[in-house]
């Protein structure tokens, strides 16, 4: 029988830890950091459950992890010893998929789906999953699947939905296509909606159906238009020399949300220093627009690889928080210290 009070102290130490551990991480790398800490967390749950004794947190048993591999290794511990947890699997899904492990990341959101067969959620990661592990990136017979049990457990599941648009879309079925996104049409506004409509007549023009009658409440409201200056600390650029391969990406995320961009672009180093726009246009989701938020934030990369995911090696901007709409041009500097 689990101990709570006990339960309660030992996170609360791990708290105390992770707090001292994590310090110098959250100004440069708060998604990492935040990453590190959830892990560790739920791995110091999972393993006293297992072991149910305060010997199971001993520096021998439990040893808080230095980086994100050594957190993603300790959560796997756990869950070989007990399997049966679907939010480990999710958690380390998600670790996985932050690190690029992608055929990693489907395999472990495959376990959360198997658990929890009627969990919206757990079955729309693991579609997603599937599609990004699979070498032409397209959603396969056993994704639609779950992604139709999702919105049969949840029918305004908007990501389930969504996905299963786009599965039709790619298997050549418009008209089905359309008629899944048009639902969505009508928990969406501004220029979210207008985007979403946009693609709902695309594939009924596939399809050779007329287009949607114009929405009455169109909106014409900001679109939440961004102007990002980036540079190079002066400090940063005087220590390194930069591939001419190298890019840098300009993202813009909901604070304390998902890791997945609301809005991204790409530029060559040799373009440094420059001013992005971002705008609506540049979502890598049509059903989250910057347009529909009130807050962001902002970072920017140097990828050496030219990877869109965070690799090993790349340098960030600090992160700059952003109330929307935003008149002036927000400055970011990579590799300030």
Same mark, same amino acid.
């Given at each position: ?106 395999? +472990?959101?495959?376990? @959360? %789906?198997? *658990? &929890? =067969?009627?969990? /919206?959620? !757990?079955?729309?990661?693991? #579609?997603?999953?599937? $599609? ?69 007549? +695309?594939?009924?023009? @596939? %399809?050779? *159906? &007329? =287009?949607?009658? /114009?929405? !009455?409440?169109?909106?014409? #409201?900001?679109?939440? $238009? ?73 970072? @920017?990369?140097?990828? &050496? ?33």
């Amino acid at each position: 029988m689990v101990n709570i009070g006990f339960l309660a102290v030992a996170l609360a130490l791990a708290l105390a830890v992770l707090a001292v551990l994590l310090r110098p991480l959250w100004r440069e790398a708060r998604g990492v950091g935040l990453a590190i800490g959830a892990l560790v967390l739920v791995s110091t749950g999972l393993l006293y459950r297992i072991v149910g004794t305060p010997d199971a947190l001993n520096p021998a048993a439990l040893r808080a992890p230095e980086t994100i591999g050594e957190a993603i290794a300790q959560l796997e511990r756990s869950l070989a010893r007990d399997p049966g947890q679907k939010e480990g699997w999710m958690l380390l899904g998600m670790a996985y998929q932050r690190q690029g492990e992608l055929a990693k990341s489907r395999d +472990a959101y495959a376990r @959360a %789906a198997r *658990l &929890a =067969p009627a969990d /919206p959620d !757990a079955l729309t990661e693991a #579609a997603q999953s599937r $599609a990004l592990a699979a070498p032409d990136r397209r959603f396969d017979a056993e994704a639609v699947a779950m992604l139709q049990a999702a919105l049969k457990a949840s029918p305004d599941h908007q990501r389930a939905r969504w996905f299963l648009g786009v599965a039709q879309r790619q298997a050549g079925d418009n008209a089905a296509a359309a008629a899944t996104w048009e639902p969505l049409l009508g928990a969406l506004q501004g220029g979210t909606a207008d985007t979403l409509r946009s693609e709902v007549n +695309a594939a009924r023009a @596939a %399809a050779g *159906l &007329a =287009p949607l009658a /114009p929405s !009455a409440s169109a909106a014409t #409201a900001d679109t939440g $238009a961004l102007q990002v200056k980036v540079a190079l600390d002066p400090g940063f650029a005087a220590r390194v020399r930069l591939d001419g391969n190298a890019h840098v990406f300009v993202i813009a995320r909901q604070p304390g949300g998902p890791p997945m961009p609301v809005a991204v672009e790409r530029h060559g180093v040799a373009d440094l220093p420059f001013t992005a726009t971002l705008d609506d246009a540049d979502s890598p989701m049509p059903t989250l627009k910057l347009s529909q938020l009130r807050e962001v934030e902002l970072v @920017a990369r140097l990828s &050496a690889s030219g990877n869109a995911m965070k690799q090993d090696g790349d340098v960030e901007s600090a992160p700059v928080s952003v109330v929307l709409p935003a008149k002036d041009p927000v400055t970011l500097r990579i590799g300030a210290p």
